[in-house]
């Protein structure tokens, strides 16, 4: 059995990428889109399309009901639902099942079983899955998380029962402390998920956000496909991810990807999905949750895998089976990815908006562009901030560095601030280049990096004068020293001297 028709439940560059596997496998896709969508690069590539509302998510790509009404009208067999979204809503899940469809991702029972973070934690327990020593179950009040605390020693660190994204989280670092940590982390929990249930962990220091993909079929068959180190990442929000990471060798990426094995089969999980670990500087690893979806950061696993695990969702979706051993599963080189956001990082990572007026491309070897934009789109406040994401493999970590800095030189986006130059920054920063990152690095280091000498003023100057300055401007930018070579202060001269010189030819 296979799909001859597929529809994407989502919008950007994810839509895109699920509408190029439907190509490549021969089997048509159909897009949905808002009315802010209409002429986007995911629907003008999709076989057909269904509007589904106006712009706002919610009167759009939230309305399951809609979406699974327009897979039934255009004859679709199955829905692949992106990321975010619905992609992790049990009852949409479950809806499309009822519609005799497919959803291309896990079973609506393990969405549930994953969906609660105490829940996923007693099932991680249940299946011998080293999780952060704390409770699993709600707190009654200060005195017991005090109790508790002294068994493991401060600090501790408070967390929603419902929780997610860091809402809901308080450090606690003394037993005077405790009674209003307490009531801090349940009144934002409140607020953000209706329910002000908190539990109590121990506080792991300085630890590296290491998650394991794994890819398992309808037959048995569970495959972890190796770790990414998403460590460098901003108020929870993942900026820079790679695979693999410096931080796991060869015996701990088997331990990691049993364990995460292990726990993707005690939910009853099927397809593509990841498990969250903190891994502490002394090599001990704790399942922190599981995403029940695709990732945005899965490109940097296919690339030192050389498995499509977008092809490969569709294909166990369909009732195949995967062929691979888990010992044919060893990565081949190194791969980065940065999220290149309509942001502006000098200004505090304010959303930016407009027409993007111009865009050039990198290209090149080993060079991967997943984008949902381009010149003339329309960037706006309805939608995530993400406007593509660029990707490169190269054979050593050094050497995708390398290579990440001369993608982002390239790179050329007029009409919206982008964080392309923070990224630039953080290619030549010194700790980054050591691997020497974790879950604080980038809070930490963030100053140091936004104030670094940067082509802005470069940038500035051609958007005034258009597409024709921005081309002589990279021409000139292509110059700086190489990212192994330059010294942050080096480089700052060296750029503004290119400036001078390209100020002169005006
Ligand atoms: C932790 C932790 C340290 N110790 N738990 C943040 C979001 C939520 N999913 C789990 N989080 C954390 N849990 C213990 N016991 C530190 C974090 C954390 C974090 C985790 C992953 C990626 C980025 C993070 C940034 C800040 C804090």
Known sequence: MSFSKILVANRGEIALRVVRACREMGIASVAVCSDAD???????????????????????YLRGEKIIEAATRTG????????????????????????????????????????????????AISAKVPVVPGTTTPLADAAEARRIANEFGYPVLLKAASGG???GMRVVRAA??????????????????????VYVEKYIVGPRHVEIQVLGDQHGTMLSLNERECSVQRRHQKMIEEAPSVAVPPDLRRAMGETAVRAARAAGYVNAGTCEFLLDRDGSFYFLEMNTRLQVEHPVTELVTGIDLVQWQIRVAAGERLPFKQEEIVPRGWAIECRITSEDP??????????????????????????????????????????????????????????????????????????????????????????????QWLERRLDSIVRAPAPPATVKAAALVGALIADRDRRALRQTPAAGTARVDDSRRDEWLQVGRLEGLR
Do not use: C
């Not at 690069?41 to 509007?51: G, Q, T, Y």
């Not at 307490?182 to 002000?196: M, V, Y």
């Not at 995530?384 to 390398?402: E, F, W, Y």
């Not at 982002?408 to 630039?424: C, K, M, N, Q």
């Open 165 to 167: 994204g860091g809402k």
């Open 176 to 197: 005077t402390e405790m009674d209003t940590s307490l009531e801090a982390a349940r009144r934002e929990a409140k607020n953000a998920f209706g329910d002000d249930a």
């Open 38 to 60: 209409a002429r986007a690069p995911h629907v003008r590539e999709a076989d057909e399309v269904v509007n589904i509302g106006p712009p706002p998510s919610s009167e759009s």
């Open 346 to 439: 000098a200004n505090g990572f304010l959303p930016s908006t407009g027409r993007i007026s111009y865009l050039h491309v990198p290209a090149g070897p080993g060079v991967r562009w997943d984008g949902g934009i381009e010149a003339g789109s329309e960037v706006g406040l309805y939608y995530d901030p993400m406007l593509a994401k660029l990707i490169v493999h190269a054979p050593t970590r050094d050497a995708a560095i390398a290579r990440m800095h001369r993608a982002l030189l390239e790179l050329t986006i007029e009409g919206v601030e982008s964080s392309r130059d923070f990224h630039l920054r953080v290619m030549e920063d010194a700790e980054f280049k050591a691997g020497a990152i974790e879950i």
């Open 76 to 123: 679709a067999q199955a829905i692949h639902p992106g990321y975010g979204f619905l992609s992790e809503r049990e009852w949409f899940a479950r809806a499309v099942r009822d519609a005799g469809l497919v959803f291309i991702g896990p079973p609506a029972e393990a969405i549930a079983a994953m969906g609660s973070k105490t829940a996923a934690r007693q099932l």
